[in-house]
């Protein structure tokens, strides 16, 4: 799971949070403010890699509206897909997670989801074996998403000429899914356009994309769409310490 740590500033991949693959119960809302007690993530070299003690977490409070979260998410907005990735090629161990703009949003593929794969379902056994965030008992894995998408888009640099095609692991994918889980295919597909392609890339809105890649060494050149942080406009005027 991506998140922000406050001191100082700086994005963060807490685990093992397997977020996308539980229920609705079992998961804090997203922008939450929590307390919880990290380590460092032994054999995952990535920067921005921390274990947590699961049974440390603290909900302190949900970050109501983008006002609330601005000041903690805006400074971090920099970089882009082709700056992520080239560091990545350069060292492995490169920055992990970024919050990147869009030059040009081109358009959004969505296919039809296989399942989970064997590699997601051994690591939310091993997620289920450690035991759960909140409860005493095992926590169920969700059912796999009807569909994946992709993102196609240029970066904000002139030299990013042939779009992007990139993977999202939003977990906002997925609950847009199951809010329209009694939809029609074409309905839910349309919904999904909508969402992640009008509106998210559309006028009156200042969006900029959560992307992280996988542990997976050979693979870290690979970024997911994380996360869409869809403000209206650029909205942090006040300084965070006013915040705390
Ligand atoms: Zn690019």
């Avoid at 007690?37 to 032994?42: D, E, F, I, K, L």
């Avoid at 759960?132 to 169920?140: E, G, I, K, N």
């Avoid at 904000?156 to 994918?173: A, K, N, Y």
Wanted: charged share 25%; proline share 9%; glycine share 6%.
């Amino acid at each position: 799971m991506a998140g922000i740590a406050t001191d100082p500033l700086r994005l963060v991949r807490l685990y093992p949070v397997p977020f996308r693959f539980l229920t609705e119960t079992q998961r804090f809302p997203k922008y939450s403010i929590l307390r919880v007690r990290v380590r460092s993530a032994g054999s995952d070299a990535r920067p921005e890699s921390l274990k947590i003690d699961a049974s440390s977490v603290q909900v302190i409070r949900p970050l109501k509206d983008w006002r609330e979260r601005a000041p903690y998410v805006e400074p971090l907005v920099g970089g882009s897909m082709c700056s992520l990735v080239a560091a990545a090629a350069e060292n492995p161990n490169a920055q992990s997670l970024g919050l990147v703009t869009v030059g040009e949003f081109h358009s959004i593929d969505v296919k039809p989801h296989p399942g989970w794969t064997p590699a997601e379902l051994q690591r939310f056994a091993r997620f289920a074996e450690q035991g759960d965030l909140f409860r005493a008992d095992v926590p169920q894995m969700r059912q796999a998403p009807r569909f994946k998408a992709w993102l196609r888009f240029t970066c904000p640099e002139d030299s990013c000429t042939q779009p992007h095609r990139v993977g999202m692991l939003d977990w906002e994918l997925t609950a847009l899914q199951g809010h329209l889980r009694d939809r029609p295919d074409h309905e839910v597909v349309e919904a999904i356009r909508f969402k992640f392609g009008t509106q998210m890339f559309g006028p009156g809105r200042a969006t900029a994309l959560y992307l992280g890649n996988q542990e997976n060494v050979t693979r870290r050149r690979q970024f997911m769409v994380l996360g869409t942080y869809y403000p209206p406009e650029r909205l942090a005027a006040a300084p965070l310490f006013q915040m705390l």
